[in-house]
């Protein structure tokens, strides 16, 4: 599909793409992609800050800043065990959390946790 322009996935309970993994399929196989959104739920390992970190640090590069412009943002809870990862502005028609809510995010204004489209 070299040609696609725009592409949205949602992705629950599977192993995790992180943003190192997407960069690869999306510079070899999407190179004309433009418009990117997803949405996974991941089912967290033990120390789920640790993991968050761990996703966020590899979308925190210059083909996802800078070239593109695409922001992440992780959602957890701490007495839950998953970790919800989505690119901002937030794409999709529900959003389900266990409160209280903990985020962080790869944007520049990080606190703005109300971005959605």
């Not at 696609?4 to 192993?15: F, N, S």
């Not at 089912?43 to 761990?54: A, H, L, P």
Request: glycine residues 2%.
């Amino acid at each position: 599909m070299p040609n696609l322009r725009q592409l949205t996935v949602h992705m629950k309970d599977e192993a995790c793409i992180d943003g190192h993994q997407w960069e690869h399929i999306i510079r070899n196989y999407l190179p004309k992609l433009k418009r990117f959104k997803f949405n996974m739920e991941i089912k967290s390992i033990s120390n789920k800050e640790q993991e968050v970190d761990r996703l966020l640090d590899s979308f925190r590069n210059r083909f996802w800043l800078e070239e593109h412009c695409w922001f992440v943002r992780c959602h957890w809870n701490l007495d839950g065990n998953e970790i919800k990862l989505c690119t901002l502005p937030y794409a999709f028609d529900y959003f389900c959390s266990d409160f209280p809510l903990i985020s962080k995010s790869t944007h520049p204004r990080g606190e703005n946790y109300s971005s959605y489209d």
